[in-house]
């Protein structure tokens, strides 16, 4: 049975569950979903359950759901349960929505797309939309243009209005001044810059400042900007195992150059046949909120 006593205060949660601490208080605001302890001296305190209730909602929000209906749906079963099939429904839904967007695109049908996006955001969370239908559909148009199955204008009108969008999104998010500084870069000779893309997602989510540079930026030039905005953390990617050694040997240099700079590395090529534990990140959400927590702790 979990604890009703006061225990936690907000910054314990905002670490402990990696919500930002102005989220949890609008959340509180508009839904009420939990109620803090006061303690003598007046200080908001969590509980046990409240961060049972806090970590079940985060999961909802994490696998596609607003923070509305996630609420809704906990107000309906207080057995905090979700009948699968629901779940496999709304996943079917996303899928069909993005595939519908893209084939407005493909027909330079721009409005079209646009009213189907607003469609998706109004169903799904930030994330979802962005990382599981914005995200998959870059992917997917240049496999199609690698298959020759689109034209050049219509892979660049496409992946266009989705960068436009995409890049909103990460703009929108608030920095917060008291995290550290990120510096993000493709590794050496590679092209594929959306595994880049979902992890700047996730940390500009929780208020980190994130200096992206995109691809084939030269060894020098990374360390120089890592340098000059004194950042103190740095992630890379690697899809193809023929850039893993050029990958590494940055890696083996930023190290050596800043021992404290926190490294990290994803990718295919990374997951597989890459570094050392301390480095690689994971492929998943929550592969990345336990590899961040365990360096910000370290």
């Known amino acids: 049975m979990t604890s009703k006593e006061g225990k936690y205060n907000i910054k314990a949660i905002s670490t402990m569950l990696g919500i930002q601490a102005g989220t949890l208080r609008a959340w509180e605001r508009r839904y009420r979903i939990v109620k803090p302890i006061r303690n003598a001296a007046g200080h908001r305190l969590y509980s046990d359950e409240h961060v049972a209730i806090l970590r079940w909602l985060l999961d909802k929000v994490n696998k596609g759901f607003t923070i509305g209906q ?55 969370s930030v994330d979802k939309v962005t990382v599981d239908i914005l995200g998959a559909l870059l992917i997917k148009v240049g496999e199609l243009r690698k298959n020759e199955e689109i034209s050049l204008a ?11 969008k995409i890049g909103m999104i990460l703009h929108s998010f608030p920095v917060d001044g ?10 050496p000779d590679e092209a594929d810059e959306w595994g880049l893309m979902s992890y ?22 990374v360390e120089q900007v890592i340098k000059e905005v004194e950042a103190r953390m740095f992630f890379t990617s690697c899809m193809k195992d023929g850039n893993l050694p050029d990958v590494m040997d940055l890696i083996r240099r930023l190290s050596e150059a800043y021992p404290q700079l926190i490294i990290g590395a994803g990718g295919k090529a990374i997951e597989q046949h890459g570094p050392a534990e301390k480095y690689r990140v994971g ?10 927590q365990k360096q910000l702790r370290g």
């Open 70 to 124: 996630a609420v809704g749906l906990l107000e309906k079963d207080h057995a905090v349960s979700l009948n699968s099939q629901q779940e496999a429904r709304y996943e079917d839904y996303a899928a069909r929505l993005g595939d519908d967007m893209l084939t407005a695109l493909l027909a330079f049908r721009e409005r079209e797309a646009h009213d189907l996006l607003n469609q998706a955001f109004s169903m799904f």
């Open 200 to 221: 700047k997602l996730f940390l500009r989510q929780k208020g980190f400042e994130v200096i992206c540079l995109g691809k084939k930026i030269p060894a020098d030039d």
């Open 283 to 292: 492929s998943t959400r929550p592969e990345w909120e336990s590899w961040l």
């Open 178 to 187: 008291f995290l550290p500084r990120v510096v993000t870069v493709c590794g």
């Open 154 to 164: 219509g892979e660049q009108f496409v992946t266009t209005f989705l960068r436009t």
